[in-house]
């Protein structure tokens, strides 16, 4: 699966105590589809553990038969604490499952020693430690940067750190809201476009007052590839 997340998808530096007291639980589901084609479903939560822990989980399961061909069965978990100064991950963790096989890799952001690393299922070059940054953010954290960022025009930039890579993400918001959703249920909401992708685009929807992202579209070579459209939210204890 071509790093799908909302990895794609997002820090804005700076962000102010407005993170954490922003930041509620919810549990959000999907229609996914591939290339067009619905093929599979999807969960996106966040659950408050204990303060200030939080965790932020995607996972993505294909129709049976389906999924080892088109990479939707994958589940991704972060956690990570809102103490003010934005999202910061704690740990993460990626399973990917399809015929016969079974990969998973665990990410550890070591804030005091400056550094984070991956093991398990990675490649060599990808468990080396990364240096860490202030604002450094997994794939699914940047999902919700986006959502507390995203205003009219304005350019967002993210550092991606996740699976042991180091990405710079940057994201322009459409100027006016667009009618987008599945069948009956339509959001007028606001296109967030990645604009540093190359042939690799990720394109996220977001709603005033809706807590998760409204759809999620990555593009490869200018075909449609995952597209994530959101069917029901709900707020969560």
């Given at each position: 699966m ?15 105590s407005a ?6 639980p919810?549990v ?6 591939r290339?067009g084609?619905l093929?599979g ?18 996972d ?7 999924a ?9 978990s972060?956690?990570?604490d809102?103490l003010g100064?934005g999202?910061r ?15 998973k890799?665990?990410g ?9 690393r991956?093991?398990g ?12 940054q ?13 959502l ?30 667009e ?12 296109r967030?476009?990645?604009s540093?992708?190359g ?7 977001v ?9 999620i ?12 459209r959101l ?7």
């Open positions: 071509k790093r799908l997340l909302f990895t794609s998808l997002l820090l804005l530096v700076g962000a102010g993170a954490a007291a922003d930041l509620q919810f959000a589901s999907y229609q996914a589809y290339a084609a093929a479903t999807a969960t996106m939560r966040v659950v408050r553990t204990r303060a200030p822990l939080w965790r932020i989980d995607l993505l399961q294909g129709d049976r038969g389906l080892g061909l088109v990479g939707l069965d994958v589940a991704q972060t956690v990570f809102a100064d999202y991950p704690l740990s993460q963790s990626t399973v990917r499952k399809a015929f016969l096989l079974r990969r890799s665990v550890t952001y070591d804030w005091a020693a400056g550094t984070a991956w093991t299922d990675v490649k060599a070059e990808r468990q080396a430690p990364i240096a860490l202030p604002g450094d953010m997994s794939g699914l954290l940047i999902n919700l940067a986006i507390r960022d995203a205003e009219p025009g304005k350019s967002l930039r993210y550092r991606f750190v996740d699976g042991g890579r180091v990405r710079i993400h940057e994201y322009l918001v459409s100027d006016a809201t009618n987008v959703g599945v069948g009956d249920l339509r959001y007028e909401a606001l967030v476009s990645r540093n992708g042939n690799d685009e990720t394109i996220v929807w709603a005033d007052g809706v807590p998760t992202p409204v759809r579209l990555q593009r490869q070579d200018g075909e449609d590839g995952i597209d994530l069917i029901r939210y709900q707020g969560a204890k």
